[in-house]
């Protein structure tokens, strides 16, 4: 059973920047794709971006594309996601998931952390 624990979210004013962190506590953590998803206010789960396991393979939504990172250290069981020109569609609850398969599709992640509250403002 992996355990994911997001940080780093809050507010921020829009055109700012915020770096999300997800540690794992599976030690086997380097052998899975990691990806973060977002749900804004009233709005169903979406993908954000993920990597894979190699870290070589990354994949962003359009609406995030350019602006932000997503990066992993599997020294320190740990995923993270720049995100910079933040705007205030942004605002959103933000998870990190972990799954076997290198997807965007939510259904196919194993598991998820609690999430994280970004605001921005305009």
């Known amino acids: 059973q992996v355990q994911l624990v997001e940080s780093g979210g809050g507010l921020v004013q829009a055109g700012g920047s915020l770096r999300l962190s997800c540690a794992a506590s599976?030690?086997?953590?380097?052998?899975?794709?990691m990806g973060w998803f977002r749900r804004a206010p009233g709005k169903e789960r979406e993908f954000v971006a993920r990597i894979g396991s190699s870290a070589y393979s990354r994949r962003y939504a359009d609406s995030v594309k350019g602006r932000f990172v997503i990066s992993r250290d599997t020294a320190k069981n740990t995923v993270s996601l720049q995100m910079n020109s933040l705007k205030p569609e942004d605002t959103a609850v933000y998870y990190c998931?972990?799954?076997?398969?290198?997807?965007?599709?939510?259904?196919?992640?194993?598991?998820w952390g609690q999430g994280t509250q970004v605001t921005v403002s305009s």
């Open positions: 998931a972990a799954g076997f398969q290198l997807t965007t599709d939510e259904a196919k992640f194993d598991y």
């Open positions: 599976e030690r086997s953590f380097a052998n899975y794709a």
